[in-house]
């Protein structure tokens, strides 16, 4: 298990080679990296400043894993969150879900970007032409994170 927040980009082939190295019982690998966009609806993004409470979004993302690890049989996860300042095409966050067969990797790694984008305590603030401001919580998150919720 690791679960990382920091400044520093990462580098996902770099990631997932140290995360499967000498597991033969890896049968399937599942990535999502975002990334920031140059656009937000008809506006150009010049940037994206999130910011975050450290230790509270580390225990945040350690609870997400956490509740993955118990729906899924993983070999291993690893989420990595950016903050600070970043320039449209680059990287904000990695989740790599490692497991037997395919179906757990890519359900989990599903369910932590849904959790990620609704508990997760991260605020962007974009700059678009000229002027800022804050990203407000949209409801199709709320909708996909919902739907892993037993009915």
């Given amino acids: 298990m690791t679960v990382r927040v920091q400044r520093e980009d990462f580098d996902l082939g770099a990631e997932v080679k140290r995360l499967t190295a000498g597991r033969i019982e890896v049968g399937a690998v599942a990535t999502f990296t975002g990334l920031c966009r ?66 757990a990797a890519f359900a989990a790694a599903e369910f932590i970007m849904d959790f990620l984008k609704t508990r997760a305590p991260f605020w962007k603030f974009e700059e678009t032409g000229g002027e800022g401001g804050w990203v407000a919580a949209k409801d199709v998150d709320d909708a996909a994170a919902d739907r892993w919720s037993p009915s």
């Fill in 38 to 103: 140059g656009q937000t609806g008809s506006a150009t993004v010049g940037a994206m400043t999130l910011e975050t409470y450290e230790a509270m979004a580390l225990a945040e993302l350690q609870r997400i894993e956490e509740e993955a690890r118990a729906r899924w049989p993983l070999t291993d996860v690893l989420v990595v969150h950016r903050f600070g300042r970043m320039e449209p095409g680059d990287n904000i966050v990695l989740v790599v879900t490692l497991s037997e067969h395919r179906q």
